[in-house]
């Protein structure tokens, strides 16, 4: 990492989860998966500083003891993106990523490919990555986002549901579908911008953050990947990073 402080990248934490309480703390072979995390961010070039964003002190201790940066947020924050513009109030930075703290594989380059859209264009105030689908039954899971982009790159709209939707395969040769993954890249000023917006009407339908950008007329950059990531949700997940591990 570089000294410049222009990038900072904040991994939000939370403690309680309905389905895997305690997650960022979880053991991945022998690691809490929030290290995992935070040591292969740690790799991306353009971050010049990382630090995560938590609301416990359990979550807050573990950082400072494998030697990371951490800062306590409140607790009462109703999303990630609220928790890291809180976390970045006071640090002198001009682009903030936010990456998913439990996506312990996480591909530096796909961060700095995301880092990189911001920096090469100052008329992006947001970018995300997507990826082409190649798991067909991804198209129905509602837990897969998928995302409709126009011929620049940019978001057209995301969704749980399978978009677009293909009227007539014959007279669509070159029909392609991609997914969402969630690492965003904001600059400063348009993120501490955006949570003074309400959640959307769309935001609330669909549970999804980024459509609130969408509704209130910005734009989004869409940032094609390989990589396709596995979060960890529940237990059983995390025999599966340690076998890829």
Same mark, same amino acid.
């Given at each position: 990492?570089?000294?410049?402080?222009?990038?900072?990248?904040?991994?939000?934490?939370?403690?309680?989860?309905?389905?895997?309480p305690g997650k960022p703390l979880a053991l991945i072979a022998g690691k809490p998966m929030i290290q995992h995390v935070y040591e292969r961010a740690l790799k991306a070039s353009l971050v010049n500083r990382l630090i995560v964003a938590t609301d416990d002190e359990r979550i807050f201790d573990t950082v400072i003891q494998f030697g990371g940066s951490a800062v306590m947020t409140d607790a009462s924050h109703p999303s990630g993106?609220?928790?890291?513009?809180?976390?970045?109030?006071?640090?002198?930075?001009?682009?903030?990523?936010?990456?998913?703290?439990?996506?312990?594989?996480?591909?530096?380059? #796909?961060?700095? +490919?995301?880092?990189?859209?911001?920096? @090469?264009?100052?008329? *992006?105030?947001?970018?995300?990555?997507? !990826?082409?689908?190649?798991?067909?039954?991804?198209?129905?899971?509602?837990?897969?986002?998928?995302?409709? #982009?126009?011929? +620049?790159?940019?978001?057209?709209?995301? @969704?749980?549901?399978? *978009?677009?939707?293909?009227?007539?395969? !014959?007279?669509?040769?070159?029909?392609?579908?991609?997914?969402?993954?969630?690492?965003?890249?904001?600059?400063?000023?348009?993120?501490?911008?955006?949570?003074?917006?309400?959640?959307?009407?769309?935001?609330?339908?669909?549970?999804?953050?980024?459509?609130?950008?969408?509704?209130?007329?910005?734009?989004?950059?869409?940032?094609?990947?390989?990589?396709?990531?596995?979060?960890?949700?529940?237990?059983?997940?995390?025999?599966?990073?340690?076998?890829?591990?």
């Amino acid at each position: 990492m570089t000294g410049n402080y222009k990038v900072c990248g904040v991994i939000p934490a939370r403690y309680d989860s309905s389905r895997f309480p305690g997650k960022p703390l979880a053991l991945i072979a022998g690691k809490p998966m929030i290290q995992h995390v935070y040591e292969r961010a740690l790799k991306a070039s353009l971050v010049n500083r990382l630090i995560v964003a938590t609301d416990d002190e359990r979550i807050f201790d573990t950082v400072i003891q494998f030697g990371g940066s951490a800062v306590m947020t409140d607790a009462s924050h109703p999303s990630g993106t609220d928790r890291i513009a809180q976390a970045v109030g006071a640090i002198d930075c001009e682009y903030v990523l936010n990456i998913q703290g439990d996506e312990p594989l996480i591909d530096p380059c #796909v961060i700095d +490919n995301v880092a990189q859209a911001l920096i @090469s264009d100052p008329h *992006v105030v947001m970018a995300t990555p997507i !990826a082409e689908v190649t798991d067909m039954s991804d198209l129905d899971n509602p837990n897969v986002v998928k995302a409709v #982009v126009d011929c +620049n790159g940019f978001a057209l709209y995301f @969704s749980r549901s399978k *978009v677009p939707f293909l009227r007539d395969s !014959a007279d669509t040769p070159n029909k392609k579908w991609y997914k969402h993954i969630g690492l965003y890249g904001f600059r400063k000023s348009f993120l501490l911008q955006l949570i003074k917006y309400p959640p959307s009407t769309l935001e609330k339908m669909e549970r999804l953050e980024q459509l609130r950008v969408l509704e209130n007329g910005f734009r989004i950059k869409t940032v094609m990947t390989q990589y396709v990531g596995i979060g960890v949700d529940t237990p059983e997940d995390v025999k599966e990073i340690e076998k890829r591990l």
